[in-house]
């Protein structure tokens, strides 16, 4: 069964840092490009960023360039998303999704359950 | 990257068909055939429900069925039933990354 848990997340200033990962199981991670997805409450999907299986092709939302950056560790079947310069427009729910294949093409098969992003002062 | 435009809302009775609309750009659904669209339930992850414009995955009910011309793709939902009832979200490859539309939320009257 395919799992993905989202951890990282929760209340932090304007302006600081957070570290968000996401744990794989029940499939081959490095056979699959990942995403994270957010969600601010009450508003709709918002795609963020994007990394193939080998880490050769990503991908960034304008709205997070330059401030966002994703990582993965394959052998610790592991996704990562590094956030600086957070603003209080960057509140919402982070899931990570499994795409389908090894590239980004957006056929995202699975979600985690996402973890929770507040930024207030 | 602009959002791609769905209608805020559509409604329909049990056992009628409706039809989403997801309107991008030559730059995106226009130029790709990598559409897909997403079922919300409040509370609960999405769930994929048609791929590459109008492919559905194992387990997705023949009720759902997608379909593309020009720069709009559209979701149809035939036989429509209570459980339906939910947030749909279209999404497209855009070359550089990706982009969803604003979400439709469909009723089931």
């Known amino acids: 069964e395919v799992q993905l848990v989202e951890s990282g997340g929760g209340l932090v200033q304007p302006g600081r840092s957070l570290r968000l990962s996401c744990a794989a199981s029940?499939?081959?991670?490095?056979?699959?490009?990942m995403h994270w997805v957010r969600q601010a409450p009450g508003k709709g999907l918002e795609w963020v960023s994007g990394?193939?299986?080998?880490?050769?092709?990503?991908g960034y939302a304008d709205s997070v360039k330059g401030r966002f950056t994703i990582s993965r560790d394959n052998a610790k079947n592991s996704l990562y998303l590094q956030m600086n310069s957070l603003r209080a427009e960057d509140t919402a729910l982070y899931y990570c999704?499994?795409?389908?294949?090894?590239?980004?093409?957006?056929?995202?098969?699975?979600w985690g359950q996402g973890t929770l992003v507040t930024v207030s002062s | 990257q602009s959002a791609l435009t769905q209608p805020a809302s559509v409604s329909g009775s049990p056992g009628q068909s409706i039809t989403i609309s997801c309107t991008g750009t030559?730059?995106?659904?226009?130029?790709?055939?990598?559409v897909s669209w997403y079922q919300q339930h409040p509370g609960k992850a999405p769930k994929l429900m048609i791929y590459?414009?109008?492919k559905r995955p194992s387990g997705v009910s023949n009720r759902f069925s997608g379909s593309k011309s020009g720069n709009t793709a559209s979701l149809t939902i035939s036989g429509l039933q209570a459980e339906d009832e939910a947030d749909y979200y279209c999404c497209s490859y855009a070359g550089s990354g990706g982009v969803f539309g604003g979400g439709t939320k469909l009723t089931v009257l």
């Open positions: 030559s730059s995106d659904v226009g130029s790709y055939n990598l």
């Open positions: 999704a499994k795409e389908s294949s090894r590239w980004l093409q957006f056929i995202i098969d699975y």
């Open positions: 990394i193939s299986w080998n880490s050769g092709s990503i």
């Open positions: 029940g499939f081959t991670f490095d056979d699959y490009a």
């Open positions: 590459e414009v109008s």
